[in-house]
């Protein structure tokens, strides 16, 4: 989605991606000319080495709420922009809202995604979502779905146990975007540096996220640099033990990292003191439906560890990118005092709501999608 400058950006993003040992590429039309740069790289590709461009995993996507002719025609238009008769992945772009989960289980989405396999034309099919956990988990419940794309981060865990409860399922489960997403990791702050010591924030996420049986980690690169970490940990995971057998693949996380990720929460409590939010969302429902868990979560990062360029950015898109993010800031706090009792922690929530506004509201920013 970011190598969008032009087919030789994309070209060389995808060897370095393969060079990686990287196999599975996830695209989408709404990501502008990626799609047809990706073709274009796809392409020679094929030309040069057949053998690997045949095992490539490829994913497209598409926005839900479309009528069934005019998904056909979106669908036939993924393919031949990526040169290819089959997509191994179909996803719904944006499970977001309960309407957007109706059209792909019982409306024109659902009889276009079995067409699309009755035909042929993908493998199997599944959502992303950057919506609420009870929407999520009903979208799982379905039946309809071999995979999921969900925002699970070593920074918000919330969706963890979704993600869990579908990997058991043999559902697959790709995290959306660990670098950026996840928190900036690819330019932490120097607090976050120390917290992390002596590993990169970037590798403790993409390791423990792995370590958790994430299927796909979306890597989002712009450049090949971006896939240096991704290189770094690929290697190989087995070692020949006795008699020339290949022994268990070492752990993604070995004691040295679990001892950094220990070192990295009690940094982050020890700054936030007794203000440190447990994101136990007891404190929900909000009358005013304030999303508290997630803006206290911000401020847990920007004071807990450093990381304000990353909340003021997210803090900063609320309300203004649709049904992909929180519509509603700190600042829709009426003070109530309805969460006060209900906090195990008795956290002052409307005082730590108003200084979360004060610390990170800023003017508005361009989203890079939409």
């Known amino acids: ?33 990626a799609e047809a740069h990706l073709g274009q790289a796809l392409r020679a590709l094929a030309e040069r ?8 995993v490829l994913t497209s996507k598409l ?10 025609k979106q669908l036939r238009g993924i393919l031949a922009r990526l040169g290819v008769a089959r997509l191994d992945n179909l996803a719904v772009h944006g499970l977001n809202r309960p309407e957007h989960l109706t ?22 099919v599944g959502f992303s979502s950057h919506g609420d956990n009870a929407l999520i988990e009903r979208a799982l419940a379905t039946g309809r779905f071999r995979f999921c794309s969900l925002h699970v981060h070593l920074f918000d865990q919330t969706r963890l146990p979704l993600a869990r409860a579908a990997l058991a399922a ?12 996840g928190g900036r990791l690819y330019a ?22 792995l370590d958790q049986g994430i299927s796909t980690l979306s890597l989002g690169a712009a450049q090949p640099g971006d896939l240096a970490w991704a290189a770094a940990i690929a290697g190989p995971r087995e070692t020949a033990g006795a008699g020339g057998r290949a022994s268990p693949p070492e752990p993604w996380l070995g004691p040295e990292h679990r001892q ?48 304000t360029a990353f909340a003021e950015e997210r803090y900063n898109l609320i309300g203004r990118a649709g049904h992909w993010w929180e519509t509603l800031n700190a600042a829709a706090c009426a003070r109530c005092g ?26 508005p920013r361009r989203r890079l999608w939409g």
């Not at 080495?49 to 490539?56: G, I, M, Q, R, V």
């Not at 932490?188 to 996220?209: K, V």
Request: net charge negative; with cysteine; proline share 9%.
């Open 170 to 181: 043999g559902i697959g489960v790709l995290a959306i975007s660990p670098a950026d997403k």
């Open 103 to 124: 059209w792909a289980s019982d409306g024109d989405g659902a009889e276009l995604l079995t067409w699309a396999i009755g035909e042929g034309l993908v493998g199997q």
């Open 338 to 363: 309805d969460c006060l009792p209900r906090c195990p922690h008795q956290l002052p929530i409307p005082d730590l709501l108003a200084e979360t506004h004060q610390r990170l509201a800023a003017a």
């Open 49 to 56: 080495d057949a053998s690997t461009h045949a095992s490539l």
């Open 1 to 33: 989605m970011r190598a969008t400058g032009s087919p030789t950006q994309m070209a060389a993003v995808l060897s370095a991606a393969l060079a990686a040992g990287i196999n599975h590429i996830e695209t989408a039309p709404a990501y502008g000319s």
């Open 188 to 209: 932490p702050p120097a607090e976050l540096q120390a917290d992390c010591a002596p590993f990169h924030p970037l590798e403790l996420a993409y390791r423990f996220l």
């Open 260 to 307: 950094s990720l220990a070192q990295l929460v009690a940094a982050g409590r020890e700054r936030l003191g007794s203000t440190h939010c447990g994101q136990c969302r007891a404190c929900l429902p909000c009358p005013s439906a304030v999303p508290i868990p997630e803006l206290l979560r911000l401020r847990n990062l920007a004071v807990g560890h450093g990381m």
């Open 63 to 72: 926005l839900p709420g479309l009528e069934l002719a005019e998904g056909r």
